[in-house]
């Protein structure tokens, strides 16, 4: 299983099984700061937009969250980065002035040039890989729970946490206007993943399951 969340999940309906929980990993040579300049009222999302709870966070951003960062921070402009975005998502985009980009050769730049990183899920399952890269490139990130499920994060150590619209935007206004707080949040991001979740790491412990599963009488 991807997250101990998911395994504990499993693990209540087979009482008999012995699962291990193999975290995901990211490419922390590929996804690293880049040294882009960062635009400090831009938001980023990334995702593959055919997947429905992608749809469904942006949506709910759209429209319950990103009005209430405007009336602090009217200048904020969002970009929505990821293949296949629906006629609703564009429309509401293009309504509410949203960059929707669909499909691009790269997801770095988009990433780099953002200050906050944000990951307003409100469904779904399994590891939230966009976190990952988020994180590993040194972005400040804010997410609700859900977005975050499963993961080993500190809040207000890696991310910053908020569920109702209202909390959300505040937490996302906060950092905009706290460039300091944005880095230190990225750095602890960056390092974590640097520590635990690079390819690397996640090869070795994937490694030591085989072994242990291999031994099993």
Same mark, same amino acid.
């Given at each position: 299983?991807?997250?101990?969340?998911?395994?504990?999940? =499993?693990?209540? @309906?087979?009482?008999?099984?012995? *699962?291990?929980? *193999?975290?995901?990993?990211?490419?922390?040579? @590929?996804?690293?700061?880049?040294?882009?300049?960062?635009?400090?009222?831009?938001?980023?999302?990334?995702?593959?937009?055919?997947?429905?709870?992608?749809?469904?966070?942006?949506? !709910?951003? *759209?429209?319950?969250?990103?009005?209430?960062?405007?009336?602090?921070?009217?200048?904020?402009?969002?970009?929505?980065?990821?293949?296949?975005p629906s006629?609703?998502?564009?429309?509401?985009?293009?309504?509410?002035?949203?960059? *929707?980009? $669909?499909?691009?050769?790269?997801?770095?730049?988009? /990433?780099?040039?953002?200050a906050v990183?944000?990951?307003?899920?409100?469904?779904?399952? $399994?590891?939230?890989?966009? /976190? &990952?890269?988020?994180?590993?490139?040194?972005?400040?990130?804010?997410?609700?729970?859900?977005?975050?499920?499963? =993961?080993?994060?500190?809040?207000?150590?890696?991310? =910053? +946490?908020?569920?109702?619209?209202?909390? !959300?935007?505040?937490?996302?206004?906060?950092?905009? +206007?706290?460039?300091?707080?944005?880095?230190?949040?990225?750095?602890?991001? +960056?390092?974590?993943?640097?520590?635990?979740?690079?390819?690397?790491?996640?090869?070795?412990? &994937?490694?030591?399951?085989?072994?242990?599963?291999?031994?099993?009488?």
């Open positions: 299983m991807a997250t101990r969340v998911d395994r504990a999940r =499993l693990a209540a @309906h087979t009482l008999s099984a012995r *699962i291990r929980s *193999i975290p995901t990993g990211v490419d922390t040579s @590929h996804f690293t700061p880049n040294g882009v300049p960062e635009v400090p009222t831009r938001l980023v999302f990334t995702g593959s937009m055919d997947w429905y709870p992608n749809e469904d966070a942006v949506l !709910f951003f *759209i429209d319950e969250i990103l009005p209430a960062i405007r009336r602090e921070a009217p200048e904020v402009a969002l970009t929505v980065v990821g293949r296949n006629s609703r998502l564009r429309t509401a985009g293009e309504t509410a002035g949203v960059r *929707i980009t $669909g499909t691009v050769e790269d997801v770095r730049p988009w /990433i780099a040039e953002a990183y944000v990951v307003p899920l409100r469904v779904g399952g $399994g590891t939230r890989l966009k /976190i &990952f890269e988020g994180l590993a490139m040194g972005k400040a990130v804010v997410s609700t729970t859900i977005g975050a499920e499963g =993961l080993p994060l500190v809040d207000g150590t890696h991310f =910053l +946490r908020a569920d109702g619209p209202a909390d !959300f935007a505040r937490a996302v206004v906060s950092l905009l +206007r706290d460039p300091d707080r944005r880095k230190a949040l990225g750095t602890a991001g +960056r390092r974590l993943m640097e520590e635990r979740y690079s390819w690397a790491r996640v090869a070795a412990e &994937f490694e030591a399951r085989c072994e242990e599963a291999l031994a099993q009488p």
